[in-house]
């Protein structure tokens, strides 16, 4: 089984502060992705990091792949209220997820104004 | 349609009754899953479909659930003698193509609660 570690569970900082959310596991993941839930919806895709080492940014947004693909990470540049929901981290395995995607718990973000 | 359409979007119940929640995915994506997510455990893989068939069923928590999906399109999740415990969010995703590609478009869930 694999499984996915997130931390920190729950995040809450000030308007314009900087953070990182971090995925780990022990395991080999084919792809990640990073989802972003608001309360009554569901998970909504941000990106794919699918190459060891890969790093892409989504405005403030950045997030970077292990080299050895078993972690990820996210960083939030000058955070705004708007970035305030439920960040959740998912593999792939080697079968390209097509048994589902293991999904992290998530972290909780809250961004004070 | 132009997103993933799940329903009833709450439902409550009480303990010992079926229910069936339904799943409408993105028209033209094979491939479905149906998730649970509690509180403090994450999401949960139940079942998936690529077309009318699942593969894989042992991720459903128990023989009371039961899944089906017709047409290639709609899904069923069907839950008998519900228990407290399954109360839960139940999320449905759909993808065009391999997941680890595509990703998942969630629907916005079917909140049950069992009394």
């Known amino acids: 089984t694999q499984l996915l570690e997130q931390s920190p569970q729950f995040l809450s900082i000030q308007e314009g502060e900087n953070l990182t959310v971090y995925c780990n596991s022990s395991?080999?993941?084919?792809?990640l992705q990073w989802y972003r839930q608001e309360p009554g919806e569901g998970p909504v895709l941000l990106v794919t990091v699918v190459t060891g080492g890969e790093v892409k940014k989504l405005k403030r947004l950045t997030f970077q792949f292990g080299d050895a693909r078993k972690d990820s990470s996210l960083h939030i540049t000058a955070a705004q209220p708007g970035d305030t929901g439920l960040y959740l981290c998912?593999?792939?395995?080697?079968?390209?997820?097509?048994?589902?995607?293991?999904f992290g718990k998530g972290t909780h973000l809250i961004i004070q104004p | 349609g132009a997103g993933v359409s799940q329903s009833p979007s709450n439902k409550v119940t009480e303990k010992g009754k079926d229910v069936e929640l339904r799943c409408d995915p993105i028209?033209?994506?094979?491939?479905l899953y149906w998730y649970r997510q509690s509180l403090g455990q994450g999401l949960e893989f139940l079942i998936y479909f690529q077309g009318n068939s699942a593969p894989d069923k042992s991720g459903l928590p128990s023989d009371r659930f039961s899944a089906e999906r017709t047409g290639g399109s709609v899904s069923t999740l069907t839950i008998q003698r519900t228990q407290q415990e399954d109360s839960a969010v139940y999320l449905c995703a759909s993808s065009l193509g391999r997941v680890d590609a595509y990703g998942y478009t969630f629907g916005s869930g079917t909140r049950l609660t069992v009394v």
């Open positions: 028209s033209g994506h094979t491939a």
């Open positions: 395991s080999v993941f084919s792809s």
């Open positions: 998912a593999g792939a395995s080697e079968r390209g997820g097509a048994d589902g995607l293991t």
